[in-house]
């Protein structure tokens, strides 16, 4: 076990039993980081706050945990904070990686989980170069990211920025998110996804969904209150649907897949 390692797991077992606020920091420097599981509930809010660069093996297969690098769980009141990195290490694996075409793929490893999340903020953080989706959160609510950067080249694959699934209340502000697959993409089950002053690229976007794969229609599919702006000189807004026949309620036309089949 590293040596950062075990002072972020000894720590956090520490910080959770407090009935005061807690903070634990990794101090500036690089460390390999194999796996860190931090997992409440807390008896008070905990602050991680990571100012130096936290770097997986570039053969995944040394991870502890295939799927995840640092997982947080079960949380209220968290603040992920410091300046630092999470750095993936991602190019091997990126030759490997088929996902985008192979759906019985290999698991590959996620930077940083966010399962069960209540009332928190991520920020000042960066995710760099990771194997696969760089932020996965699932069943947070009322979560915010910002000062938020996730940077990965043209040639990384499947390497999705920030997903969200079945969470409510989460909000991207103030972050830049470059990568080969999409800037954020949302999935199932998601209620008051807000994203603001995020500029994303080189990326494939913002998706909602991934719906209607391999030539199989979407029902019950409804589009409404949709507002998204464009600054820049590369407009105007346009959106792309397939497999799909929405119900669409105030939603611009430009942006309603209104002559998708």
Request: one cysteine or more.
């Given at each position: 076990?590293?040596?950062?390692?075990h002072?972020?797991?000894?720590?956090?077992?520490?910080?959770?039993?407090?009935?005061?606020?807690?903070?634990?920091?990794?101090?500036?420097?690089?460390?390999m980081?194999?796996?860190?599981?931090?997992?409440?509930?807390?008896?008070?809010?905990?602050?991680?706050?990571?100012?130096?660069?936290?770097?997986?093996?570039?053969?995944?297969?040394?991870?502890?945990?295939?799927?995840?690098?640092?997982?947080?769980?079960?949380?209220?009141?968290?603040?992920?904070?410091?300046?630092?990195?999470?750095?993936?290490?991602?190019a091997?694996?990126?030759?490997?990686?088929?996902?985008?075409?192979?759906?019985?793929?290999?698991?590959?490893?996620?930077?940083?989980?966010?399962?069960?999340?209540?009332?928190?903020?991520?920020?000042?953080?960066?995710?760099?170069?990771?194997?696969?989706?760089?932020?996965?959160?699932?069943?947070?609510?009322?979560?915010?990211?910002?000062?938020?950067?996730?940077?990965?080249p043209?040639?990384?694959?499947?390497?999705?920025?920030?997903?969200?699934?079945?969470?409510?209340?989460?909000?991207?502000?103030?972050?830049?998110?470059?990568?080969?697959?999409?800037?954020?993409?949302?999935?199932?089950?998601?209620?008051?996804?807000?994203?603001?002053?995020?500029?994303?690229?080189?990326?494939?976007?913002?998706?909602?969904?991934?719906?209607?794969?391999?030539?199989?229609?979407?029902?019950?599919?409804?589009?409404?209150?949709?507002?998204?702006?464009?600054?820049?000189?590369?407009?105007?807004?346009?959106?792309?649907?397939?497999?799909?026949?929405p119900?669409?309620?105030r939603?611009?036309?430009?942006?309603?897949?209104?002559?998708s089949?």
């Open positions: 076990m590293s040596q950062v390692q002072m972020v797991q000894s720590l956090s077992l520490i910080s959770c039993i407090s009935l005061a606020q807690s903070k634990a920091v990794v101090p500036s420097g690089t460390y980081l194999i796996k860190a599981s931090f997992k409440g509930p807390c008896k008070a809010s905990i602050e991680i706050q990571v100012q130096g660069k936290l770097t997986a093996p570039t053969n995944g297969n040394k991870l502890i945990r295939l799927d995840t690098q640092v997982s947080f769980e079960h949380f209220n009141k968290l603040i992920v904070s410091g300046g630092g990195t999470f750095d993936g290490q991602g091997l694996s990126w030759k490997k990686n088929d996902c985008n075409k192979n759906k019985d793929c290999k698991s590959i490893a996620i930077n940083m989980r966010f399962n069960f999340v209540t009332n928190s903020t991520i920020q000042d953080i960066t995710s760099l170069n990771n194997k696969n989706f760089h932020i996965n959160i699932l069943r947070c609510h009322n979560v915010t990211f910002q000062h938020f950067n996730v940077m990965a043209r040639e990384s694959i499947n390497t999705d920025g920030i997903y969200i699934g079945r969470s409510t209340g989460i909000n991207i502000t103030d972050a830049h998110i470059g990568t080969r697959d999409d800037c954020v993409s949302i999935g199932d089950g998601n209620k008051e996804i807000t994203i603001t002053r995020v500029t994303c690229g080189p990326s494939h976007g913002i998706s909602v969904g991934s719906l209607g794969s391999s030539g199989i229609p979407c029902e019950k599919v409804e589009l409404a209150d949709i507002n998204l702006t464009y600054n820049g000189n590369k407009g105007p807004l346009t959106s792309q649907g397939s497999n799909v026949k119900t669409i309620t939603v611009p036309n430009a942006l309603a897949c209104a002559t089949s």
